[in-house]
């Protein structure tokens, strides 16, 4: 896969096209917002947002729940990226067909090259820490002709697995809120690269923090 372009280079520390680095972000706030914690059947109260909306960009750092994905291809439009890893490229061992089919079936935002793309580090070795990855659990939602503002985040991954675990969902109406997870969906895209990926490190093409 090539030489690691800067040694011990993290996600935070690359400088987007814009010239401007990702960890030079802090956000803005307070919001004012109505807030509902959501702390069992999370992935049920995910499908049924989803289905609620025509629209929906977000970060999600592991995404292979068969039922949330199929809430998402009913979307009009999604942009999404999840965490880099070697079971998304075509020509690895480890590939999973039957999960590609789910993504492909999501439609991509009008405009957008692909409703999921990937961005991050990739672990070589089960020893081996990381350094950059994607950890974001967050969506924003919006229907036909109507504003973002419905905003999704907390500490569940769209998996098969965290079903199982103890976590919790905020569900979020807010303006200004949604306008900031989707600037932080924009930058973070700005680095992503498609599914089947080249880069095993969180810069694809060569920029430098």
Partial sequence: MGDR???AQGLNALT?????????????????????VVLDGIWERICAELEDADYCAGLVA?????EILTAMARLRGASFVVAK???LRIDDPGYSAGLRKLYDAVKPLPGAAAAIACVGEVRRGPDEGLRGILHSKFAVLWREGG???RCLF???NWTVAARRNREALLVVDSAQLAAELLAEHDRVASLAEPLNWKSEWPDPGGRRG
Avoid: Q
């Fill in 5 to 7: 372009p800067i040694a």
């Fill in 16 to 36: 987007l096209g814009t010239g401007l680095a990702l960890a030079g972000h802090r956000g803005a706030g307070p919001f004012t917002a109505s807030v509902e």
């Fill in 62 to 66: 592991w995404v292979n729940d068969a």
């Fill in 85 to 87: 890893e070697r079971f």
């Fill in 147 to 149: 504003k973002p503002g």
């Fill in 154 to 156: 907390g500490s569940y």
